[in-house]
């Protein structure tokens, strides 16, 4: 079984805003997003492992799997607050908004950045552990003249149960541990192109698209605001299927739902 290292999780690179962004009422809008959603203190800690018990290893793979969940639970909660942002066309932002909003954004992914790598060295160690119990079973199991003794009673058995019970713990966190981390990945890659679209509000104004799973962008992407609005049902159900988010609603209905997962804000037409 293979251990995560801190070079499966990899930090994503933050490009720099070229112009600004938002207004000074949409940048505090979100940094209070972030700062109700995803303060430091909500990150659950991850709990030392202190012995070596078959049931403490399953609580605290409980407790990890929980600490994962509740990241993946912020960063859901940070895409929805980017596209909740409505930016008046009328009001300019100045710079030190931008700095700011930016700056706190930054700060965030640090900080899912940070937990990230501490919950795979935790991970790492557990799965020594598991790996040491199993070695150190089968050395017991030999007598001192070489002879493999053989399992006796129902002790045995349970014994033998409850290790593989614990093995498949661990395999079934190991590969929830990589799904979250693909999906941090994600979010991290997409997170600039949705802070663009929350500032569009003119119908010629570019749309930056998000890539998908496989790190490409969808084939006939609108180009503009104006375009997107006027798009055909089919179009906006092949966007909502190469995001692989579900399809359901009537075509207003499923172009809110692409509205919604590229960050744009409301239609003012």
Do not use: C
């Not at 030392?48 to 605290?60: C, G, K, L, N, V």
């Not at 793979?61 to 929980?66: E, F, G, N, P, V």
């Not at 006796?152 to 593989?164: K, L, T």
Request: no cysteine; proline share 6%.
């Amino acid at each position: 079984m293979s251990s995560p290292t801190d070079t499966e999780f990899p930090r994503t690179t933050r490009s720099s805003l070229s112009h600004p962004l938002t207004t000074a009422s949409s940048s505090a809008t979100l940094v209070e997003h972030f700062r109700a959603g995803m303060s430091s203190s909500d990150i659950p800690p991850v709990p030392r492992i202190s012995q070596t018990t078959d049931s403490d290893h399953a609580a605290w793979a409980y407790r990890l799997s929980a600490s994962f969940g509740a990241i993946a639970e912020q960063i859901n909660a940070a895409s929805q607050a980017l596209a909740a942002v409505e930016v008046p066309p009328s009001i300019s932002a100045p710079n030190g908004d931008i700095a700011s909003t930016f700056a706190h954004l930054s700060a965030r992914l640090d900080a899912i950045e940070n937990t990230q790598a501490r919950i795979g060295q935790e991970l790492a160690s557990v799965i020594a552990r598991v790996d040491g119990g199993r070695s150190a079973t089968a050395v017991n199991r030999h007598s001192e003249t070489g002879v493999e003794e053989e399992p006796r009673g129902a002790g045995s058995v349970a014994g033998s149960q409850d290790s593989n019970s614990l093995v498949n713990v661990v395999e079934a966190l190991q590969k929830k541990v990589d799904e979250l981390a693909e999906v941090i990945r994600l979010d991290q890659t997409r997170l600039y192109a949705r802070l663009r679209n929350a500032t569009i509000t003119h119908q010629k104004m570019p749309i930056i698209p998000l890539v998908m799973a496989n790190g490409k962008t969808p084939a006939n992407f609108p180009g503009t605001k104006g375009e997107f609005e006027h798009m055909t049902k089919e179009r906006y159900e092949h966007l909502l299927k190469s995001y692989g988010q579900p399809i359901k609603g009537d075509t207003i209905a499923k172009r809110e739902a692409v509205r919604e997962f590229l960050g744009m804000s409301q239609s003012n037409v």
